[in-house]
């Protein structure tokens, strides 16, 4: 059963509900005395939008940034090397 997170505009709180593909979204917030507009959030665990999705893009960038560069520093390093200590074509 998927849970849904929900966030009322007016009052800014914050609930998750477990409910079926088939139940109606909710539309008010339960606060006592609030009443206001719930929106629902995408997806579970939306701790990770609250938090703000530039946070997260940052890291998963970082993370291939780092795999690039050490790739890339991989495969000219011992090119590079190989190119040096190859015996002169005169002695062969
Ligand atoms: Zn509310």
Redesign the pocket.
């Known amino acids: 059963m998927p849970n849904y997170d929900y966030k009322?505009?007016?009052?800014?709180?914050l609930f998750e509900v477990f409910q079926s593909m088939n139940d109606p979204k909710l539309t008010d917030?339960?606060?006592e005395g609030?009443?206001?507009p719930?929106k629902r959030l995408l997806g579970t665990g939306a701790g990770i939008i609250f938090k703000g999705s530039g946070f997260y893009q940052t890291d998963y960038r970082s993370e291939s940034y780092k795999a690039g560069e050490k790739k890339a520093s991989e495969s000219s390093a011992p090119k590079k090397e190989k190119k040096e200590t190859k015996p002169s074509k005169s002695s062969d």
């Open positions: 009322c505009e007016k009052c800014d709180h917030c339960p606060q609030c009443d206001g719930v």
